[in-house]
């Protein structure tokens, strides 16, 4: 178990609808990451959130969006869903902004969208 | 742009061998590069290396990182079926950065 919780585990959502993901991270991490992980594109980082601020953002579509809470736990967006929003998606965090910290991954939430 | 590749792309070795995993990079400002196991769900932390030359030793599982030549190695010795998982390396750099992974090696350990 790695101290960082993601909810829900699976999601079966039909195509042009909305959904969120929640993830708490480890205590006393800061930063949360929000990773998309697909059969053929491997793990791609989405975006990242660093004190409720965001810092970084990697291959993140217009229709998703994320924000992170004074308390810190963070959530993933999706709307306009389609089919090939189908994938993993995991939230990971660590203490601090640089990469001097291993990042510490939740289970994932599955989402399949029909 | 930053770059990770992981070869083999997937091997299947009978327990008791010992397996070699690769990984190459290309990344601005190197700051670290980082070793997980990924079974059936979250990647799990298995290393992070900084440094040139300096082995990381856990168990069975050993990883040493060459910064001249951009790639390190992941060693499992006396494998066992529970090493069965997909292995991904991944990299960051020195700037405020999230993980560039690897696509992963997938390593079957058969009985």
């Known amino acids: 178990d790695s101290g960082v919780t993601q909810t829900p585990k699976h999601l079966i959502t039909a195509t042009g609808q909305r959904v969120t993901l929640r993830c708490s991270p480890r205590s006393g991490d800061l930063s949360v990451y929000w990773y998309q992980q697909s059969l053929d594109q491997g793990l791609q980082f989405l975006i990242q959130y660093y004190n409720g601020e965001e810092r970084a953002k990697g291959n993140i579509l217009e229709r998703f969006s994320a924000q992170q809470f004074p308390d810190l736990h963070s959530e993933l967006n999706l709307s306009s869903l389609e089919l090939g929003d189908s994938a993993l998606y995991f939230c990971a965090s660590s203490p601090s902004l640089a990469g001097e910290y291993e990042q510490y991954f939740g289970p994932g939430t599955r989402l399949t969208v029909t | 742009e930053d770059k990770v590749v992981q070869s083999p792309l997937s091997l299947v070795v009978h327990e008791g061998d010992t397996v070699t995993l690769n990984c190459s990079y290309e990344?601005?400002?190197?700051?670290?590069l980082l070793w997980y196991k990924q079974e059936k769900k979250a990647p799990t932390f298995l290393f992070m290396l900084?440094?040139?030359?300096i082995e990381k030793k856990s168990g069975r599982l050993s990883s040493i990182l060459d910064k001249k030549e951009l790639f390190s190695i992941l060693n499992i010795t006396a494998t066992q079926t529970g090493d069965s998982a997909i292995y991904l390396c991944a990299v960051t750099n020195s700037g405020n950065t999230p993980l560039v992974f690897g696509k992963g090696t997938r390593l079957s350990v058969i009985a």
């Open positions: 900084t440094s040139s030359g």
């Open positions: 990344v601005t400002n190197f700051r670290s």
